[in-house]
């Protein structure tokens, strides 16, 4: 079993910066590709960030893409979302997924244990 935990979301004003961590218990990421999800209220969940299990290949939603960075630290059992130009838009709950399997994957089914979620807020 993997419990995943979610932490560094917040409020923030448009144009600022938020740096989102995943830290995993149980059994160890570094064989997965790991991604971050988002829903905002009244929306379905969707595909923001994706690292395959080396971190060397990357996928990124259109609408946070050259914004936004998804990285991973296989020592530490931990994967970031780094947050820059934030809008209004990008508010959203925010959930760490780790894959099914070690590539990238932008569906959700692809994923198989998620976290609880984390608040991010940007206000205009």
């Known amino acids: 079993q993997v419990q995943l935990v979610e932490s560094g979301g917040g409020l923030v004003q448009a144009g600022g910066s938020l740096r989102l961590s995943c830290a995993a218990s149980g059994r160890t990421l570094s064989s997965y590709g790991m991604g971050w999800f988002r829903q905002a209220p009244g929306k379905e969940r969707e595909f923001v960030a994706a690292?395959?299990?080396?971190?060397?290949?990357?996928s990124y939603a259109d609408s946070v893409k050259g914004r936004f960075t998804i990285s991973r630290d296989n020592a530490k059992n931990t994967v970031d979302l780094k947050m820059n130009s934030l809008k209004p838009e990008d508010t959203a709950v925010y959930y760490c997924a780790r894959s099914r399997f070690s590539g990238v994957g932008v569906l959700r089914s692809n994923y198989k244990y998620w976290g609880q979620g984390t608040q991010v807020t940007v206000s205009s």
């Open positions: 690292v395959s299990w080396s971190g060397n290949t990357t």
